[in-house]
Structure formats: C-alpha cells, structure tokens
C-alpha cells in the first residue's frame, strides 16, 4: 500500500486524527513500551535466560516461572527458581494479584522440583539472598533450592 493512499483512506484519518487529537496520546503511546521495559531488562542475565538468548540446564517452565539448574553448585541438588517478570529483590514484590500469583507459583513450583528431583523426603534448603549482605550477586529474583547433602547451621 502506497503511503498517499494510506494516509488519504478516511477511516484511517479518521482514526490518527482521533488518536493523536487526544490530551494523553504520548502517554497512551509509550505507556506499553513503559510496561514491557519493566519487566524485561535487556542486560540481566536471568532475563536473557528466561528468553533463551543464554543457555541453561532448564528443568521445568511454565507461564510465569522457569527453573534450572545452577551454573555454580553448593550442592549435589542447586536448582535456581525465577520468574520471567524482572523483579529484582525478594522487597520488590507489590501487593498486586500478578505478583501473589508469581510468588503463589515460584513455591508450588520448589515443591515441584523438590519431588523431581527426589529430595523432598530427606529434606532441602530454600535459600533467597537478597541485597548486599545477604549475599545476593544477581538483582533478578530468585530462589535457591539446596539438596542432596546435609545442611549445616547457622549458614555462612
Ligand atoms: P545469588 O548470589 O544472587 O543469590 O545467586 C546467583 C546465583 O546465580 C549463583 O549461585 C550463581 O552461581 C548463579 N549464576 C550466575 N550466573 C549464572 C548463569 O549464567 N547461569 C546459571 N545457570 N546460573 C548462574
Ligand atoms: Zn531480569
């Protein structure tokens, strides 16, 4: 289709003209793109795993969580647990329903791979560190599943 034509159809001056004649256009335009930058960060690597540009050893996945295996182990079992929305710190949960539904998800999905991976009897350890002191290296939320061997108390 020819730029002239397009612009010259009625139903789509019609249309621009309406849109763009709004007080809140620019809102309305970027407002999306606002949205989907929230949750997804281009240089976080959890993100570039939950979207398959970075390998992993993925051992389960749904619609709002993905688990794999930890590139570095502390333990014969290490399965990290991560939503696909960027949420960087265990704080930075909201009181929404998509984010109680996300933190709903990442506990059934621990017990999942607990029985998966066949320590869900003998015991494992669930471990969130989060900001500088708590150890935490990686500002996109996750959870550590620890297993295999016996833990240790107090923790390091
Ligand atoms: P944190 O220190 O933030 O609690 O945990 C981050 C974890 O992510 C560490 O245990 C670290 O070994 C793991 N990790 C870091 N980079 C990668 C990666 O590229 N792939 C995988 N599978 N794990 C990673
Ligand atoms: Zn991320």
Redesign the pocket.
């Known amino acids: 289709m020819k730029t002239g034509s397009f612009i010259h159809n009625p139903k789509m001056r019609s249309f621009l003209l309406k849109f763009f004649g709004q007080k809140n256009f620019f809102w309305k335009l970027i407002t999306p793109l606002l949205k989907l930058q929230k949750n997804m960060k281009t240089d976080c690597?959890?993100c570039?795993?939950v979207r398959g540009e970075?390998s992993?050893?993925k051992v389960y996945e749904n619609e709002k969580v993905i688990a794999?295996?930890?590139?570095?182990?502390?333990a014969p079992v290490?399965i990290?647990v991560v939503p696909k929305k960027h949420i960087e710190k265990i704080t930075d949960l909201e009181d929404s329903e998509e984010d109680k539904e996300i933190l709903y998800d990442i506990i059934k999905t621990c017990k999942i791979i607990a029985n998966q991976m066949k320590i869900a009897e003998r015991g494992f350890r669930i471990?969130?560190?989060t900001n500088p002191e708590?150890?935490?290296?990686?500002?996109h939320l996750?959870f550590?599943i620890i297993g295999g061997r016996q833990m240790r108390w107090p923790p390091g």
């Open positions: 690597i959890f570039k795993i970075m992993s050893k794999f295996h930890d590139i570095n182990p502390q290490h990290l471990v969130v560190n708590g150890g935490q290296t990686v500002y996750h550590h």
